[in-house]
Each structure stands twice: as C-alpha cells, then as structure tokens.
C-alpha cells in the first residue's frame, strides 16, 4: 500500500506484484485504486521508475480522479481526459465517473460508442454574483470549457456524441463567456453535438441519452443536426444565449422531456440592456430560439418549460426536402418570449396539447403561429386544451393550412400596440377546419379595434360551442367572417361586451337548435 500514484511510480516494484494506493496526486483524493505490475504497458498504466507499469485494474469502470484529473478550476484536465476517453474507445470499460469537482477542459471530444460520462451527484455550476463567480454555489461535477471562440460549427463541439453514447449528472460552463454583455456574447460551438458515426448504417448516429445537464452560459447548447434516430433528453436546465436546443435529420421518436430552458441574465439575476426587450434579440435583430425542430419525424415534447427567448418553440419547414412531421409537443408551457409557438413553411401532423402560452409583458408578437404554404399540401393540425394567457397581438395566427382542429382552448388577448384590427384567433386561407368549445377574451383594448374571432378566405370552416368576452370598452370586440366567396358554419356562439357582435361578408350557417346568442 502506498500513498499516491507519484510514490509509486518511485518503488522498486517486482513484476507480477500488486499496489494499493490511497489516492492519485493525495491521500483520499478519490483516486485511490489498485494496480499490477507488468514488464509493458497495456490499458492504463503507469510507467515506473524500475522500467516496469503498473496496469490500473479498472473493475469495468473508471473515475476521473484514478485517471489523473484534478477537478480544481486551476490544472488543465484536457490530456488526462482525452486519455480516458482513449481507454474507453479501445473497450477497456464504458463509464467514466466524474467526482464532485470542476473540470477545465479545451478542445473538441469525442465521446465513444456505448460510451458513458456520469456525474456523481446534482451538477450546479458557479453562479455571477456582484461582478464575480461564486464558486461556492457549485456542485457536483461541472466542465469548465475553454476555447473554441469565433467558430459555431458542431465540428467543434466540446462533446461529440456517437452512437449509443450518454452524458448523465453533468453540468458545463464557459468561464470566458462574459455574462454581463447578453447583446454581443461570444460566439462558441454548441456544447453537445451528435455527429455522424461511421460505423452505422447510412453514417446515421442511433440513441444518445442526455440526462440531467446543465448549461450555465452556453452559445449554443444541443445540436442534434446530423442524420439520427432515438435522441433522448431529459430532465435537464439549458441555460443559452443564442440557441438551446437544435433538431434537423432526425428519422424517428426523438424525445425531450422534463426540460427548463431559460435566458442567461434570469440565472445569474443580472439587467438586461437599457431599451432592450425582456425577451433578447440580437443588436441585427436576429433571434434566439429555446427549440428549433426542422426535417424530424415523431418528435415528442413533454413538460418543456421556456422562459425568457425570442422564440420559445419554432418548427421551420422552409427549407427543401423532407418536411417535419408528426411533432407533439405535450404539457409545454412558456413565459416572457416574443413568439411562444411558430410552424412555418411545410409540415404535416403538429399537435399542441395540455400547453400554456404567456408571451412578454411589455412586447410580443402573435403568440402561436401557424404559417403554411399555398400549395395545397395537407397539414393535419391539432390543438387542444391549450392556453394563450397573455398576448399583446393575436393569440393565435393560421394561415394557408388545411385538417385544423382546435379545441377546448382559452385565448387571452391583452392590449393591442400594433395593429389596426387584432383577433384572439384570426384564420385566413384555411382549408378545412373545425373550432369548438373556445373561451376568447379581448382585456382593456381601447386604441385599435379587435375581434374574438376573425375568418377571412377560408372554406370548409366549421365553429361550435364559442364564447367571446370583451372588457374595458372596446370599440369592438365581435366574430368578423370576411368570407365573401365560403360559406361557415356556426353554431352556440354567445359574444358579450361587444360594441358589434356579428358581422358577415360571406354565408354564414347556424343551426336553429343551437342558436347564435350575443349579449352587447
């Protein structure tokens, strides 16, 4: 039994003995393991002043501190790191657990197939505290990124994800990164890419796992971009300026759930610029997304919370080829962002169910959208028990869809600040649809008038069972059909508050026994 690797390596060791150490660079540093020694190097070893190595017994799996790293914020763990994931690419073990500890790595890493980085306990990274970092706020076992600046290609990620491949109980932050400055952050890769894997069919990268990790003050947090299957993340924080999370190329049943995203000033309690809105836009107006989904198919969403980005949820069918397709997103809920939902482009089968929208107080723009092509192409969109709690425009926009069902929905509408007429749910272009047992409330709009419900172009367009409540004295609050060449079916509708209940350019249908019912 000796002390530490370093007082080994100093022994006059017989090949074939056997060395227990207390800890790798101290004494009970966590590094503590047993050794044999050997006449050549094999696995992890450790060469000896002898000539001799003594072989490390990994028992199937490996510590950071047994391999030599320091987890102190102050010695460079990159080549202790790199030489783990060495000794996991080559099948000596599989899981590398990472002791409590900040980890400073640089560099793009490539973790290996079936590979696995687990984290002991609940990861918290440092927190910015009057101008500085409160280490004493970190847990668990934390990656502290250096490098990369300037490029955002998922080449040059810090963690690059093959096959079958999981990162558990880990958080990752960038001391470089100053939080103070939300307008003009640095730009760096995203924290965690999957990449194509060689050894799979058609290059495709197959079910990584993520699992409770945190980013602290990420550029860009998640791409999963190449071509995959399976993707898992789950309860996890995503703390990001620019992007959380991107998906593009994904085959089939990707899943995210038990997810908070959330703007970088609202962790470290920090003022957003003066003039600027609460939810951030870039200085060229460009903006950040919590999730982005592109070329995807059944994609699930689940208990996603997202607070305080441009966009909370945006599903971009703009770009050419394979459509997104049969996206749900369950349980969603968002809360000061400019746009909390938007489809545009093409996309088939997008669902909506269980979820509660709030846009910014102070500026936003339609709450939900749904933007789709002219081209006639089906659309199949579903939304149910859904809630737009909080809208400073239209609470729900759709346009050249076709196969809409919305139901069992709320929609609040808040003060207009832009346009000349508003609706809580305004429908243009659509092609076939249905809307039934819809509440639509217009609160305190006295500048600009609006409307519960506004059809325009639309056929094939049934209402039932819709209630419309207007407050503070609109100069109209009312469903407006601007239908001229459709007829729409309504039927149990009521209106109250309104200075205009009804008006029509179109046919309208309305059974006699579920009458129209206004209450002005």
């Known amino acids: ?3 530490t690797c370093v007082e080994m390596r100093s022994c006059n060791l017989l090949e ?6 207390l800890g790798y660079h101290t004494i009970n540093d966590g590094g503590a393991a047993l050794y044999k020694v050997e006449s050549s190097p094999r696995g992890f070893s450790e060469a000896l002043e002898n000539g001799l190595y003594a072989i490390l017994c990994d028992e199937g799996e490996l510590n950071s501190k047994q391999v030599g790293m320091w987890g102190d914020n102050i010695h460079d763990d990159t080549a202790e790191f790199n030489a783990a994931l060495a000794y996991m690419e080559n099948d000596h073990v599989k899981t590398l657990h990472m002791k409590d500890g900040l980890y400073k790595i640089s560099g793009a890493h490539t973790i290996p197939y ?8 609940n990861p918290r990274i440092p927190t910015w505290q009057y101008n500085n970092w409160n280490f004493a706020d970190r847990t668990g076992a934390v990656f502290a990124i250096t490098g990369g600046e300037g490029t955002t290609t998922a080449d040059n990620s810090p963690f690059r994800m093959l096959s079958y491949s999981s990162l558990i109980n ?3 932050w960038y001391p470089d990164q100053p ?3 939300i307008v003009t952050p640095v730009l760096y890769p995203p924290t965690i890419a999957l990449i194509p894997d060689v050894n799979e069919h058609e290059n495709r990268n197959n079910c990584v796992l993520l699992d409770n990790i945190t980013f602290g003050n990420a550029y860009l947090g998640i791409s999963a971009e190449c071509l995959h299957t399976c993707f898992t993340l ?3 924080f995503l703390y990001a300026f620019k992007n959380a999370l991107t998906i593009d190329q994904s085959i089939d049943i990707d899943r995210v759930y038990n997810i908070h995203m959330n703007m970088i000033p609202i962790l470290f309690d920090q003022p957003f610029p003066a003039g600027s809105p609460r939810a951030w836009q870039f200085n060229s107006g460009e903006s950040n997304y919590g999730v982005i989904v592109r070329k995807a198919d059944a994609a699930l969403f689940e208990d996603v919370f997202i607070y305080g980005f441009h966009t909370a949820l945006y599903v971009d069918g703009t770009i ?12 969603c809920a968002t809360e000061g962002c400019v746009r909390c939902f938007a489809a545009e482009g093409g996309f088939t089968r997008i669902k909506l169910m269980f979820c509660s929208f709030g846009t910014n107080a102070t500026k936003s723009e339609v709450a939900v959208t749904f933007n789709g092509t002219t081209d006639g192409s089906g659309n199949e969109i579903l939304i149910s028990d859904t809630t737009v709690w909080r809208s400073n425009d239209r609470a729900m926009f759709i346009k050249n869809c076709d196969d809409v069902l919305i139901t069992n929905c709320a929609l609040k509408q808040l003060t207009v600040t832009g346009e000349q007429r508003a609706a809580s749910l305004l429908m243009t272009h659509v092609r076939r649809g249905a809307v039934s047992n819809i509440a639509a409330q217009i609160y305190r709009n006295t500048d600009y008038d609006s409307n519960y419900i506004y ?17 503070n004295g609109q100069l109209s609050a009312q469903f407006i059909i601007d239908n001229a060449n459709h007829g729409v079916t309504m039927k149990s509708l009521m209106t109250a508050g309104a200075a205009t209940a009804f008006v029509s350019s179109g046919a309208v249908n309305s059974s006699a026994e579920t009458p129209i019912n206004y209450a002005a």
Do not use: Y
């Open 1 to 3: 039994i000796v002390d």
């Open 114 to 121: 079936a590979a696995c980085i687990i984290g002991d306990g």
């Open 170 to 172: 880990l958080g990752f």
């Open 320 to 331: 050419a080829g394979h459509r997104p397709n049969g996206i749900t997103f369950r349980n």
């Open 16 to 21: 074939g003995e056997e060395v227990v150490t």
């Open 234 to 236: 789950r309860s996890s």
């Open 455 to 471: 059809i325009a172009e639309s056929k094939g367009v049934m209402f039932n069972q819709i209630v419309g409540t207007g407050l």
């Open 179 to 181: 939080v103070h400055d």
